[in-house]
Protein backbone atom coordinates (compact mmCIF):
# COMPACT_ATOMS: atom_id res chain seq x y z
CA UNK A 1 0.00 0.00 0.00
CA UNK A 2 1.39 3.54 -0.92
CA UNK A 3 2.50 5.44 2.52
CA UNK A 4 2.40 8.70 0.56
CA UNK A 5 -0.56 9.37 -2.13
CA UNK A 6 -0.95 12.75 -4.08
CA UNK A 7 -3.68 12.34 -5.93
CA UNK A 8 -3.47 15.59 -8.25
CA UNK A 9 -0.54 14.81 -10.89
CA UNK A 10 -1.12 18.37 -12.39
CA UNK A 11 -2.81 21.66 -10.56
CA UNK A 12 -3.32 24.94 -12.49
CA UNK A 13 -4.26 28.21 -10.41
CA UNK A 14 -4.23 31.88 -11.29
CA UNK A 15 -2.06 34.44 -10.20
CA UNK A 16 -3.15 35.46 -6.66
CA UNK A 17 -5.11 32.86 -6.30
CA UNK A 18 -4.55 30.29 -3.34
CA UNK A 19 -4.29 26.92 -4.11
CA UNK A 20 -4.49 23.01 -2.06
CA UNK A 21 -2.02 20.71 -3.13
CA UNK A 22 -3.56 17.39 -1.58
CA UNK A 23 -1.10 14.46 0.50
CA UNK A 24 -2.97 11.18 2.35
CA UNK A 25 -0.56 9.38 4.42
CA UNK A 26 -0.14 5.88 5.97
CA UNK A 27 0.90 4.64 8.98
CA UNK A 28 0.52 2.91 12.24
CA UNK A 29 3.44 4.88 14.16
CA UNK A 30 2.15 7.21 16.66
CA UNK A 31 4.89 9.62 15.59
CA UNK A 32 5.95 10.74 12.50
CA UNK A 33 6.70 14.22 11.06
CA UNK A 34 5.07 15.63 7.62
CA UNK A 35 7.16 17.57 5.22
CA UNK A 36 6.82 19.62 1.68
CA UNK A 37 9.22 20.12 -0.70
CA UNK A 38 9.41 21.89 -3.48
CA UNK A 39 11.09 21.09 -6.91
CA UNK A 40 11.55 23.82 -9.33
CA UNK A 41 12.49 23.04 -13.04
CA UNK A 42 16.10 23.30 -12.37
CA UNK A 43 16.02 20.14 -9.99
CA UNK A 44 16.78 21.17 -6.56
CA UNK A 45 14.87 20.30 -3.44
CA UNK A 46 13.52 23.06 -1.29
CA UNK A 47 12.58 22.07 2.10
CA UNK A 48 8.93 24.15 2.63
CA UNK A 49 7.26 23.29 5.58
CA UNK A 50 6.98 20.13 8.50
CA UNK A 51 4.31 19.27 10.74
CA UNK A 52 5.12 16.76 13.56
CA UNK A 53 2.23 14.39 14.66
CA UNK A 54 1.95 15.68 18.44
CA UNK A 55 1.82 18.88 17.29
CA UNK A 56 -1.35 20.84 18.21
CA UNK A 57 -1.64 23.89 15.39
CA UNK A 58 -0.92 23.52 11.80
CA UNK A 59 2.52 24.72 10.63
CA UNK A 60 2.79 27.91 8.62
CA UNK A 61 5.67 29.89 6.78
CA UNK A 62 4.84 32.22 5.28
CA UNK A 63 2.40 32.06 2.28
CA UNK A 64 2.89 28.40 3.20
CA UNK A 65 0.35 26.47 5.30
CA UNK A 66 -0.03 22.92 6.20
CA UNK A 67 -3.96 21.88 6.70
CA UNK A 68 -3.05 18.77 9.29
CA UNK A 69 -6.40 16.52 9.77
CA UNK A 70 -5.30 13.80 11.87
CA UNK A 71 -8.17 11.74 11.80
CA UNK A 72 -8.64 11.93 8.10
CA UNK A 73 -4.72 11.05 8.09
CA UNK A 74 -4.13 14.06 5.27
CA UNK A 75 -1.40 17.02 5.11
CA UNK A 76 -2.73 19.50 2.14
CA UNK A 77 -0.31 22.04 1.71
CA UNK A 78 -1.90 25.64 1.32
CA UNK A 79 -0.06 28.22 -0.96
CA UNK A 80 -2.00 31.43 -0.20
CA UNK A 81 -1.13 34.47 -2.87
CA UNK A 82 0.31 32.30 -5.76
CA UNK A 83 3.01 33.34 -7.67
CA UNK A 84 4.59 32.56 -11.23
CA UNK A 85 7.60 31.40 -9.27
CA UNK A 86 5.58 28.78 -7.30
CA UNK A 87 5.14 26.81 -10.46
CA UNK A 88 7.22 23.25 -9.90
CA UNK A 89 6.72 20.07 -8.82
CA UNK A 90 5.27 19.94 -5.08
CA UNK A 91 6.11 16.49 -3.01
CA UNK A 92 4.61 15.22 0.20
CA UNK A 93 6.53 13.28 2.31
CA UNK A 94 6.85 11.26 5.68
CA UNK A 95 9.53 10.22 8.22
CA UNK A 96 8.00 7.65 10.75
CA UNK A 97 9.45 7.92 13.92
CA UNK A 98 10.88 4.12 14.12
CA UNK A 99 12.23 4.20 10.40
CA UNK A 100 15.78 5.68 11.47
CA UNK A 101 14.83 8.85 9.55
CA UNK A 102 14.45 8.73 6.04
CA UNK A 103 12.00 10.02 4.15
CA UNK A 104 8.82 8.35 2.39
CA UNK A 105 7.81 10.46 -0.63
CA UNK A 106 4.56 11.09 -2.69
CA UNK A 107 4.95 10.88 -6.61
CA UNK A 108 4.24 14.74 -6.75
CA UNK A 109 1.96 17.48 -7.88
CA UNK A 110 2.98 19.46 -11.11
CA UNK A 111 1.69 23.16 -10.23
CA UNK A 112 1.69 25.66 -12.71
CA UNK A 113 0.40 29.45 -12.29
CA UNK A 114 -0.92 30.77 -15.33
CA UNK A 115 -0.59 35.05 -15.24
CA UNK B 1 25.93 28.61 7.24
CA UNK B 2 26.53 26.51 4.00
CA UNK B 3 23.66 24.28 2.90
CA UNK B 4 23.96 20.44 1.57
CA UNK B 5 26.90 20.39 -0.82
CA UNK B 6 26.82 18.25 -3.34
CA UNK B 7 29.17 17.61 -6.51
CA UNK B 8 29.86 17.07 -8.88
CA UNK B 9 26.09 18.70 -10.01
CA UNK B 10 26.17 16.37 -13.53
CA UNK B 11 28.36 13.31 -14.00
CA UNK B 12 28.82 11.33 -17.41
CA UNK B 13 29.53 8.29 -17.38
CA UNK B 14 29.75 5.22 -19.89
CA UNK B 15 28.64 1.65 -19.49
CA UNK B 16 30.90 -0.10 -16.91
CA UNK B 17 32.45 2.60 -15.45
CA UNK B 18 32.46 3.51 -11.67
CA UNK B 19 30.37 7.23 -10.54
CA UNK B 20 31.54 8.68 -7.19
CA UNK B 21 28.89 11.25 -5.92
CA UNK B 22 29.77 13.65 -3.26
CA UNK B 23 27.80 14.78 -0.09
CA UNK B 24 28.98 17.37 2.45
CA UNK B 25 26.24 17.50 5.13
CA UNK B 26 25.31 21.36 6.81
CA UNK B 27 27.81 21.75 9.73
CA UNK B 28 26.67 20.49 13.04
CA UNK B 29 23.80 17.47 10.97
CA UNK B 30 25.94 14.29 11.29
CA UNK B 31 22.87 12.54 9.69
CA UNK B 32 23.23 11.69 6.00
CA UNK B 33 20.54 10.44 3.64
CA UNK B 34 20.66 9.37 0.32
CA UNK B 35 17.97 9.33 -2.41
CA UNK B 36 17.21 8.82 -6.21
CA UNK B 37 15.25 10.19 -8.12
CA UNK B 38 13.87 8.88 -11.72
CA UNK B 39 12.67 10.69 -14.19
CA UNK B 40 8.64 11.88 -13.29
CA UNK B 41 9.16 10.11 -9.98
CA UNK B 42 9.48 11.14 -6.83
CA UNK B 43 12.42 10.23 -4.44
CA UNK B 44 13.41 6.86 -3.25
CA UNK B 45 15.83 6.25 0.08
CA UNK B 46 18.40 4.41 -0.77
CA UNK B 47 20.67 4.12 2.57
CA UNK B 48 20.91 6.24 5.78
CA UNK B 49 24.40 6.89 7.33
CA UNK B 50 25.92 8.50 10.61
CA UNK B 51 29.63 9.10 11.10
CA UNK B 52 31.48 6.07 10.05
CA UNK B 53 27.97 3.85 10.09
CA UNK B 54 25.55 2.59 7.97
CA UNK B 55 22.23 2.76 9.72
CA UNK B 56 19.77 1.62 7.02
CA UNK B 57 20.79 0.68 4.17
CA UNK B 58 17.01 -0.87 3.17
CA UNK B 59 16.84 1.15 0.10
CA UNK B 60 20.03 0.09 -1.85
CA UNK B 61 20.61 -2.27 -4.62
CA UNK B 62 22.06 -4.95 -3.42
CA UNK B 63 25.18 -4.88 -5.49
CA UNK B 64 27.46 -2.55 -7.63
CA UNK B 65 25.98 0.09 -4.88
CA UNK B 66 28.10 1.59 -1.80
CA UNK B 67 27.72 4.21 0.66
CA UNK B 68 30.19 5.31 3.19
CA UNK B 69 30.02 8.71 5.29
CA UNK B 70 34.27 8.43 6.79
CA UNK B 71 35.23 10.35 10.17
CA UNK B 72 36.63 12.76 8.64
CA UNK B 73 35.53 14.44 4.56
CA UNK B 74 32.30 14.08 2.96
CA UNK B 75 29.57 10.90 2.34
CA UNK B 76 30.28 9.13 -0.85
CA UNK B 77 28.00 6.80 -2.65
CA UNK B 78 30.08 4.64 -5.17
CA UNK B 79 28.25 2.99 -8.10
CA UNK B 80 30.82 0.35 -9.74
CA UNK B 81 29.79 -0.63 -13.22
CA UNK B 82 27.10 1.68 -14.42
CA UNK B 83 24.55 0.61 -16.74
CA UNK B 84 21.77 2.81 -18.14
CA UNK B 85 19.35 2.21 -15.73
CA UNK B 86 21.49 3.86 -13.15
CA UNK B 87 20.83 7.12 -14.60
CA UNK B 88 18.65 9.58 -12.33
CA UNK B 89 19.29 12.27 -10.36
CA UNK B 90 20.81 11.11 -6.80
CA UNK B 91 20.03 13.20 -3.79
CA UNK B 92 21.70 13.69 0.04
CA UNK B 93 19.86 14.89 2.86
CA UNK B 94 21.61 16.27 6.06
CA UNK B 95 19.61 16.83 9.33
CA UNK B 96 20.54 17.15 12.84
CA UNK B 97 19.62 14.25 15.93
CA UNK B 98 15.88 14.08 15.33
CA UNK B 99 12.83 13.66 13.16
CA UNK B 100 13.22 17.58 12.20
CA UNK B 101 13.59 18.92 9.01
CA UNK B 102 15.77 17.56 6.29
CA UNK B 103 17.87 19.65 4.14
CA UNK B 104 18.96 18.86 0.98
CA UNK B 105 21.67 19.35 -1.41
CA UNK B 106 21.09 20.04 -5.03
CA UNK B 107 21.40 16.67 -6.72
CA UNK B 108 23.95 14.85 -8.93
CA UNK B 109 22.74 14.11 -12.17
CA UNK B 110 24.27 10.91 -13.48
CA UNK B 111 23.60 10.06 -17.23
CA UNK B 112 24.87 6.51 -18.45
CA UNK B 113 25.77 6.68 -21.98
Known amino acids: AQKITQTQPGMFVQEKEAVTLDCTYD???????LFWYKQPSSGEMIFLIYQGSYDQQNATEGRYSLNFQKARKSANLVISASQLGDSAMYFC????????????FGKGTKLSVKP | NAGVMQNPRHLVRRRGQEARLRCSPMKGHSHVYWYRQLPEEGLKFMVY????????ESGMPKERFSAEFPKEGPSILRIQQVVRGDSAAYFCASSPVGPTEAFFGQGTRLTVV
Open chain 1, 93 to 104: AMREGGSQGNLI
Open chain 2, 49 to 56: LQKENIID
Open chain 1, 27 to 33: TSDPSYG
